[in-house]
């Protein structure tokens, strides 16, 4: 079970110098290894409400799990995954499910989503879903590496055709976003598997960090700030010295091994 991981973990989310309120939500889940990230979308403050859906329905979702392995899930069990791939998948399809009928419920809510990636460290391995430009990465040593692939039209373009710096950096829609949690009935999520070491240094974040820093500075500044929270705010501020455009969350989770 999830238990057995050990893992120490931090986080942090700021409004940036832009915004007047704060669409991100995140959630350090710790009995259960857990870690999200959702950024909201929407007019009315109804990204808010999206991203807040999303963090609880996960969190309240691994705790029934958690209780009752055989309890009966909303989704039949993929073969092709296991256990907690399934469990952290089905999550996501339910928050999505969730924000989906409740966006159509309430008019004020209409056309709200919001992003969402999730680290579950269980056993000996870390499992990752994700949905939108939200993204994970991990530092090992002194690599960081991006390990989820936005889902994005920015996205979409450079993998159809070769893009220059200059073209991308210009790219008149960066915030298009071309799958996230509630737009649709169903949702596709990403699943990752990844083997960890110990000091393994896993960040989840909002494109408000991602989009205002470079992997040098995220590598840098991680690596600098021994102390998870001491570093997650540091990477806050220097999103927000760097503009600070937009909602700005980070979660940092290190892997310490299993026991």
Partial sequence: MPGQARVLSAGT???????????????LVEAEHLYLVADGMGGHSSGEVASQ???????EFFQATS?????????????????????????????????????????????MGTTMVALLCARD???????????????????????TEDHSLLNDYRKMKSMTQDEIDNFPHKNVIVRALGMKETVKV?????????????????????????????????????????????????ANENGGPDNITVVLARWMGAS
């Fill in 53 to 59: 859906m999303a963090v609880a329905t996960m969190s």
């Fill in 67 to 111: 209780a009752d392995p055989e309890a009966t899930w909303p989704y039949k069990m993929d073969k092709t995954r296991g256990y907690e791939e399934n469990r952290l998948v089905t999550g996501i399809k339910l928050a999505n499910r969730r924000i989906f009928e409740a966006a159509q419920r309430e008019s004020r809510l209409h056309g």
């Fill in 190 to 238: 990403d699943a990752i598997m990844d083997t960890p070491q110990a000091g393994d240094i896993y960040m989840l974040c909002s494109d408000g960090l991602s989009g205002q820093m470079t992997g040098d500075e995220i590598r840098d500044l991680v690596t600098k700030h021994k102390d998870l929270k001491a570093a997650s705010q540091a990477l806050i501020d220097k």
């Fill in 125 to 147: 391995q870390c499992l990752i879903g994700h949905v939108g430009d939200s993204r994970v990465y991990r530092l090992r040593g002194n690599t960081l590496e991006q390990l």
């Fill in 13 to 27: 989310s700021d409004v940036g110098r832009k915004r007047t309120h704060n669409e991100d939500h995140f959630a």
